[in-house]
């Protein structure tokens, strides 16, 4: 495959609602994402750094200059290329995982594309579908989150989680099994907003049965995550500590966490998103995919890998309709609390033309 143009689009297609996280609201999906035309494919990536640097060090701006400046130059050099050359050759660059997973991401959808193969097949999914989970961002009022919840379960999604924060945890936790029951998996995720000293507040979450906690403290709190999840009975998820597969091996080893949020932006791509579903496996620990608000072209990417077989867990893979009015690829429909992973050669899904030319705010060729 040789790579004739590479286009970075920046995209930004209005939320349904307001997204509210303990760090920051987000009320647009604002999307870079990484255009490739090969001699035998194109391909389509996703960058699911956001707009600014609140949920990880990472943000869009930043991703396209790394990628024009520092990505483009080493992935050009690559012969022959395919998708599993792209990490290897941006290792020497520090961090930027998220950057670094959507040019591998661009890269397998033009392989697969050339292929024939849909990207399912290629990871390894077990399953045509995969359960729906949703995320539920903070809300002010618990009337609006208890309408909000009955809203989803009436969707029929499988699993509600609740963002969390200081001061808006145990009571929204409480409103919701008082109204729903003890039956609807529940979860909470708190983005590393509590601290070690909070580890009373986070054990008064014990008699709702969550499914996980995840990440209470700082990415870099290993160490807490282990000592809080000796003293709470909730299993303790990790996301946002996870960069990689040798981490995600270390965090299980020492206690850290029982179960983790496989995202591949976070871990610097899907192949690498791949091996920390197997080193967790392999460890008996199961996983689920998690989300960053991506359109359609993420979100099919994100299906394919949520049909590996430990992925045991409903996901925060939601349907489109729950971000947004109108996807920018043709949308992801739930049935029956479910989604199709595609079935089409790379992605199976690409950019409506008409919805591309909508929704970008800018486009700029780096090659070609
Ligand atoms: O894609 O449905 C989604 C969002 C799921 O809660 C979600 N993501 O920490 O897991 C997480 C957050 C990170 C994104 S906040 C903009
Ligand atoms: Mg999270």
Request: aromatic share 6%; net charge negative.
């Amino acid at each position: 495959m040789k790579i004739q143009s590479v286009e970075l689009l920046r995209v930004e297609i209005p939320l349904v609602t307001p997204f509210r996280t303990s760090f920051g609201t987000d009320t647009v999906r604002d999307a870079l994402l990484v255009h490739l035309v090969t001699d035998a494919a194109e391909g389509w990536g996703e960058c699911v750094a956001d707009r600014e640097p609140l949920y990880s060090a990472e943000w869009a701006d930043g991703a396209a200059m790394v990628i024009e400046r520092f990505f483009l130059p080493r992935i050009l050099a690559i012969d022959p290329l395919d998708a599993e050359a792209v990490a290897p050759a941006l290792a020497d660059v520090e961090g930027h995982p998220m950057a670094k997973g959507a040019l591998e991401m661009a890269v397998l959808d033009a392989q697969l594309r050339a292929s024939g193969e849909s990207f399912g097949s290629y990871i390894g999914a077990a399953r045509a579908h995969v359960d729906c989970g949703v995320s539920i961002g903070i809300q002010d009022d618990l009337g609006r989150l208890l309408d909000l919840v009955d809203g989803y379960l009436s969707d029929g999604y499988r699993r509600i989680k609740l963002k969390i924060e200081p001061g808006n945890d145990v009571a929204a936790v409480r409103a919701v099994r008082e109204r729903f029951g003890d039956d609807v998996l529940l979860q909470v995720d708190a983005n590393a907003a509590y601290t070690r000293a909070d580890g009373a507040t986070l054990a008064a979450l014990d008699p709702f049965g969550l499914l996980l906690i995840e990440q209470p403290l700082a990415p870099d709190d290993i160490v807490g995550h282990a000592r809080l999840a000796r003293s709470v009975t909730t299993p303790i998820c990790l996301d946002e500590s996870i960069t990689s597969a040798r981490l995600a091996a270390d965090a299980i080893d020492l206690g850290a966490c029982a179960i983790v949020n496989v995202k591949a932006g976070r871990v610097g791509g899907y192949l690498e998103a791949r091996r920390v579903h197997d080193v967790c496996a392999t460890r008996n620990v199961p996983v689920w995919c998690g989300g960053m608000l991506e359109t359609g072209l993420g979100r099919a990417a994100n299906v394919a890998l949520a049909a590996l077989p430990n992925f045991t867990l409903p996901g925060d893979t939601s349907a489109s309709a729950r971000y947004f009015a109108e996807d920018l690829t043709e949308p992801f429909i739930m049935v029956d609390g479910r989604l199709a992973v595609p079935e089409g050669p790379g992605l199976g899904v690409a950019p409506r033309p008409d919805a591309l030319e909508r929704f970008t705010t800018a486009r700029r060729h780096i090659h070609g």
